[in-house]
């Protein structure tokens, strides 16, 4: 029974799939690429079709249940946003509204100033129409005669009127609510384009069980061996994306390269990406909301400066209006003939014109008038423009000096004002006084500039204890920073490493703000100096007091100290003489002694001076013939240090002479060498990377030493040396380098070659060298030894001893693929 038992649990769970617990439903019956038979479950099926568009049941109610709380989601948000530009929009519209209503009511109670005594007039005829008055009715009779045109005054002026009505109502249009409006559907758009670029369902991909008993793989195989790739090589430098990839048996072939699984660079993958969307997400939130910002500031200006434009622009309609008034007149007083004037009137006209017939018209009282009321109407205008210059920062300067109790007028200029005050109120009375308008407009001018100081005054007062506040906090937020790091409880090396960049970020936003506030700190320094000087000023005085207070009471301490010691001395002196007097009655008690005493002495000084003298004689004969042999080493000295520079000179001379008379040989080279420059350059003409040689004519001398130079002009691989033309002329020219090859050379690399010595041979021993670098070479036949040297390094050297000199050595060079090298006439210093 329990076998049976067993047996029947056997088979069901041989039914049962091992990777999703669900019952076997088919078999792979293709065995040519597997071991043993295949079964699948649906789960199986669905994951072998690689369709994310089929999915079991189960997996398709989980994706439902997903979508639907993401469509919720979407719903809420696009329902509140869509309320939020409505509401808007609408507030917008409401405003602009409210602003067309306003300018309609003001044109409306404009054309009802104008009907109001249309209306008065038309009442008024129809009550007089039946008088007559024949003096007034001959008069204008007259004045229809001599008029040219008939026109209607009245219809003129409504004329100008109905332009000026006409230009307030095509300002509606041209208003800050209308462009807020046309700014507020503009941005509502691009809302409404962002929402639907944002709020769209994610549609979730398959969910493939994780089988861990297969090894993942790419959808490609390996073009080698033709087998699934199932590891990409990420770590190796300058290789193609195309051989990163690899299968089982490229893995095997190079098992010294590390690769990376298919899970591995596919979690990467995805952090990557995450990552990049993560930054590009933020950027877009900064950028909008620095676009939002800027929307709100440009829409305040717009408002700002509009209302004071359309200010600007009713004051030109009204004085258009006004100057076409006037204008009328003129034209009126043009179609009046001086036939026309009375007595008076003409007796009073003439004489005007008889007085100012030889002035320039200008100078008539009415033309002055005028050009001094529109010098008034552009110095208003000017002032309405200068006002948008000043208009957020005088009126929020102003603001703040009222909340914060600032005075602005002092106290001069309040006694200037008042001043001004009483001379217009005197002046009114006196018949000078239009003399005097000009001298109180520019006291009046004197006052408004000295309030417009005082502004700026404070506002640059306000910038200096903001930027002296921000330097204190700038070096505060750096100490913390220090303290920040070197506290020994933070073992956090991610926070160490943040507060290092913070710390770099906060060094060059202070660089940056110091170069950007020079003027600034010049001026707190000064400001600070002064300050210190003030300071110095005071301590000196105060020293200067207590300087003055401690010679005071020095001189009266030491006036006491000196009658002390007066008293001190006077008592001395009488003690000394006392003594003086017991002394000179020892010295004549002593006086004999001293006599015999000083004979004995003398003897004994001059037995000991005789000695002395003579030690010193001998002395002084040895010293005369140790510095006579000295004078005459010094003089072979001098004769060999001469004939030594006469020997250098020598050798200089030859040196230099030899170095100018070497040129490359047009015979004793490769036929693809190229000489040029009269035999100073000689250049590669191929490119196939074998080293053409090239010899001097002039052999190096066999006595004495002699250096040249070459300079590498272009290219990137050279050789420089000297060697045996004969042997070199068997290799035809090229490649002459290794042992036995007759040349001893030095590679751009620091590669060495030796004709005799293959322990140096193609050895790293000496110095690189590139472009534009110059190699002197010294050679010495009679000592056997070659030395380079670099030009710009002179410690860069190297030396080859014991050198083949059994034939002639010529300087050589050795190019390749268009290099090129020049052989300097002088050797530089």
Not at 277 to 294: A, C, D, G, T, V
Request: aromatic share 8%; with cysteine.
């Amino acid at each position: 029974m329990n076998i049976l038992t067993q047996k029947q649990v056997q088979e069901a769970s041989e039914t049962i799939c091992k990777a999703h617990n669900q019952e076997l439903i088919a078999v792979d019956l293709d065995l040519s690429d597997k071991a043993q038979i295949q079964f699948f479950c649906g789960k199986c099926l669905v994951e072998k079709i690689n369709n994310h568009k089929v999915t079991t049941i189960e997996q398709s109610k989980e994706r439902i249940q997903q979508i639907k709380i993401q469509q919720k989601e979407i719903k809420s948000k696009e329902n509140q946003a869509r309320l939020n530009y409505y509401k808007n929009i609408l507030d917008q519209i409401m405003n602009f509204k409210q602003s067309i209503d306003d300018s309609l009511e003001k044109m409306y109670k404009q054309i009802q100033q104008y009907i109001f005594p249309i209306q008065k007039e038309k009442s008024e005829l129809q009550e007089f129409e039946q008088q007559l008055n024949y003096f007034d009715d001959i008069k204008q009779l007259s004045e229809l005669y001599s008029q040219e045109q008939q026109k209607s005054p009245k219809l003129i002026e409504d004329n100008h009127f109905i332009n000026e009505i006409q230009r307030q109502f095509e300002l509606l249009f041209n208003n800050s609510e209308y462009f807020q409006t046309l700014d507020t559907f503009k941005n509502t758009k691009e809302t409404i384009k962002d929402i639907m670029e944002n709020n769209v369902i994610e549609l979730i991909p398959q969910f493939i069980t994780k089988n861990d008993s297969k090894t993942p793989s790419l959808s490609r195989v390996c073009s080698n061996h033709k087998k699934e790739i199932i590891m990409i090589d990420m770590d190796s430098q300058e290789k193609n994306i195309e051989d990163r990839f690899a299968c089982v048996d490229c893995i095997s072939e190079n098992p010294n390269t590390k690769y990376q699984t298919i899970e591995n660079v596919n979690k990467q993958w995805k952090e990557y990406n995450t990552e990049t969307e993560r930054i590009l997400k933020e950027y877009k939130n900064e950028s909008k909301e620095k676009k939002s910002e800027l929307f709100n500031q440009i829409a305040l200006m717009r408002k700002n400066y509009n209302k004071k434009l359309n200010e600007i622009s009713d004051k030109l309609i009204s004085e258009q209006f006004l100057c076409m008034d006037k204008t009328n007149q003129s034209n009126q007083i043009k179609k009046i003939s001086i036939q026309a004037l009375g007595d008076e009137q003409l007796l009073k006209d003439l004489k005007q014109l008889i007085d100012k017939e030889k002035e320039k018209v200008s100078q008539s009282q009415i033309i002055a008038n005028q050009i001094n009321k529109d010098s008034i109407f552009k110095k208003e205008i000017q002032n309405h423009l200068e006002s948008l210059q000043q208009y957020d920062q005088q009126d929020i300067q102003t603001s703040l000096d009222i909340l914060k109790d600032i005075s602005i007028e002092k106290s001069l200029i309040i006694q200037l004002t008042e001043m001004i005050q009483e001379i217009q109120k005197c002046g009114q009375k006196d018949e000078n006084y239009k003399n005097q308008i000009n001298f109180i407009k520019e006291i009046q001018e004197l006052i408004d500039y000295s309030k417009k100081y005082q502004c700026q005054l404070n506002l640059f007062d306000q910038t200096i204890t903001v930027y002296q506040q921000h330097v204190q906090r700038i070096e505060k937020n750096l100490q913390n920073i220090q303290l920040k790091q070197q506290d020994q409880t933070t073992k956090s090396e991610q926070l160490k490493s943040q507060c290092c960049k913070l710390q770099n970020i906060l060094n060059e936003y202070a660089n940056s703000f110091d170069n950007n506030s020079i003027g600034l700190k010049k001026y707190c320094s000064i400001k600070q100096l002064e300050s210190d000087l003030i300071k110095l000023q005071e301590q000196n005085k105060n020293l200067e007091t207590e300087k003055n207070n401690l010679v005071n009471s020095m001189q009266e301490s030491f006036k006491q100290k000196f009658n002390e010691i007066n008293d001190k001395l006077e008592q001395k002196e009488k003690e000394y003489n006392n003594m003086k007097e017991q002394h000179e009655q020892r010295i004549q008690d002593n006086k004999k002694q001293f006599e015999q005493d000083k004979t004995i002495l003398m003897k004994k000084f001059e037995d000991e001076q005789n000695k002395v003298k003579q030690e010193f004689n001998q002395n002084l004969n040895l010293q005369k013939s140790e510095l006579q042999e000295a004078l005459t080493k010094l003089d072979q000295i001098n004769k060999l240090k001469l004939e030594q520079e006469k020997l250098n000179k020598i050798q200089l001379e030859k040196i230099q002479l030899y170095n100018k008379s070497l040129s490359f040989s047009n015979t004793y080279k490769h036929g693809n060498c190229q000489i040029s420059e009269g035999g100073k350059v000689v250049a590669d003409t191929s490119n196939n990377g074998n080293y053409c040689f090239c010899l001097c004519e002039q052999a190096i001398p066999k006595t004495g030493k002699v250096q040249f130079a070459f300079q590498m002009i272009s290219g990137s691989s050279f050789m420089v040396g000297i060697g045996f033309r004969d042997i070199m002329q068997k290799n035809n020219y090229q490649n002459c380098y290794n042992t036995g090859y007759g040349t001893y050379l030095i590679y751009n690399s620091g590669n060495t070659y030796s004709h005799h010595n293959k322990d140096v041979n193609a050895k790293y021993l000496s110095f690189q060298f590139t472009n534009n670098d110059i190699i002197i070479i010294e050679v010495c036949i009679e000592h056997k030894y070659i030395k380079w040297s670099r030009q710009n390094n002179p410690q860069a050297t190297t030396v080859q001893l014991d050198i083949d000199t059994s034939q002639e050595l010529y300087p050589c060079v050795g190019v390749v693929n268009y290099s090129k090298i020049k052989l300097l006439d002088n050797i530089p210093v």
